[in-house]
């Protein structure tokens, strides 16, 4: 999607401040809009993915009355609305600003944060990490060398249970038992102490230092990890994370409901921003297509299900992604979310992360170990992917036999 990037005019460029990386930042936000083949994509960052219930109406309004009448949320807890007429982008930031959701222009592209969905509901972390959110955000937003990092630039906030930590942030922060927090710069082994006051305020240093760094030397790059030498490995090892991961249904706490890769009409939407109205009046987005509403009973488990959402822990849908692919992407050779939907509904229980894409970009792939499922016009071809991102195995395979490939896939890494 990201080589597609019209022309546009940046409303968000950064000042003359920001470093040279030789190339354009083509990431969509809120107000440079990207034009995909089915109309305009805005990207609205949501830090922590956290939104009142009143923020989520206006989302659903927003892509109701300006675009296709469906929301996605992204591989960041982030929203994207579609088809919206390439000169929406005033309505479309006027509505936002009211929301609360547009906080500052120069910076919309840059709030990337994300932080354990249930942090504070379970009693299974160390510290209320959507504070931190809130804290890292005015922080952000208040840095005038913050607007020149890139749109991809990711802050990961962990309570201590090891879910977003895993997700490759460029700055992570992850709390540990009596009070502590470590500070992890890109993929470092090691970590630093940091006090906890001054954690957040250290988190958004580093990403300062890494611009001060890129500026003075005339370097071109996009994340801290291709840095080594601003990569201050700190002297702890990093903790044994429990690497927990929510499954749909009910929580200690509230509720969590699975979107189908990530999208959903404008009418489910609201469904979801009236339960929270009717519990916390609170939603949090998670990195892996899920919301969790925070004080809902199990009660309105069997409403959000008709409605469409995913409620069964266990299925073969959990870490499962999929590119736009066809109609939306007219790079794709195959219509990867039909396809991936047909064979997610076929298979029983599920295994490592697995993400379709229409092409060799991959966009929104997972981290970590993963099985690849590339669109090759005569079928697919299935990867199993190690964790230091190298290619294992593959077998390539028709759209019949797609199915069965990906569940083995799955099941024996
Ligand atoms: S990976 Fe999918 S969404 Fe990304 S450019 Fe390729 S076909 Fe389009």
Redesign the pocket.
């Known amino acids: 999607?990201l080589a597609a990037m019209p022309p546009t005019p940046d409303a968000t460029a950064p000042g003359p401040g920001a470093p040279d990386r030789g190339r354009s930042d083509a990431c969509p936000g809120a107000l440079r809009l990207h034009t995909a083949d089915d109309g305009a994509l805005a990207r609205i960052r949501i830090p922590g993915g956290l939104l009142t219930d009143r923020q989520a109406m206006a989302l659903a309004d927003a892509a109701g009355e300006l675009g296709d009448g469906h929301l996605e949320t992204t591989s960041r807890g982030n929203v994207q609305l579609r088809g919206l007429p390439s000169g929406s982008g005033l309505d479309l930031g006027r509505r936002l600003r009211a929301a609360g959701l547009l906080p500052s222009d120069s910076h919309e592209r840059v709030r990337n944060i994300v932080a354990s969905p249930a942090a504070g509901l379970d009693g299974q972390g160390h510290a209320d990490v959507q504070a931190w959110v809130r804290e890292l955000d005015r922080l952000l937003c208040a840095s005038e060398a913050a607007a020149g990092l890139s749109g991809k630039f990711l802050f990961a906030l962990d309570d201590g249970r090891g879910d977003v930590a895993a997700l490759d942030a460029d700055v992570t922060l992850i709390a540990t038992a009596g009070g502590g927090v470590l500070l992890r710069l890109g993929r470092a082994a090691t970590a630093r102490r940091v006090p906890a006051d001054q954690a957040v305020r250290q988190a958004l240093g580093a990403a300062e230092e890494f611009l001060r760094a890129l500026r003075a030397g005339g370097g071109r790059a996009w994340h801290l990890r291709e840095v080594p030498e601003l990569l201050d490995p700190g002297a702890e090892p990093l903790p044994a994370l429990p690497g927990t991961t929510l499954a749909p249904g009910a929580l200690a706490g509230g509720l969590l409901v699975g979107l189908r890769f990530g999208r959903v009409s404008a009418v489910q939407w609201r469904t979801l921003a009236e339960v929270a109205a009717d519990a916390a009046g609170e939603l949090r987005l998670t990195p892996w297509r899920g919301v969790v509403l925070p004080g809902a009973p199990a009660a309105r488990l069997p409403e959000l299900a008709r409605a469409g959402f995913r409620t069964d822990p266990g299925t073969a849908w959990e870490r499962a992604g999929a590119?736009?692919?066809l109609p939306g992407?007219a790079?794709?050779v195959a219509d990867v979310r039909t396809d991936a939907a047909r064979a997610l509904d076929a298979a029983v229980g599920g295994g490592l992360p697995v993400h379709w894409?229409?092409?060799e970009?991959?966009?929104g792939h997972p981290a970590g170990r993963w099985v690849d499922v590339l669109a090759t016009g005569q079928g697919y071809r299935v990867t199993r992917m190690a964790v230091d991102g190298t290619a294992g195995p593959s077998v390539d395979v028709t759209t019949e036999q797609m199915a069965e490939a990906v569940a083995e896939a799955r099941r024996t890494m």
């Open positions: 999607m590119c736009t692919g992407c790079k794709s894409s229409g092409c970009r991959r966009c």
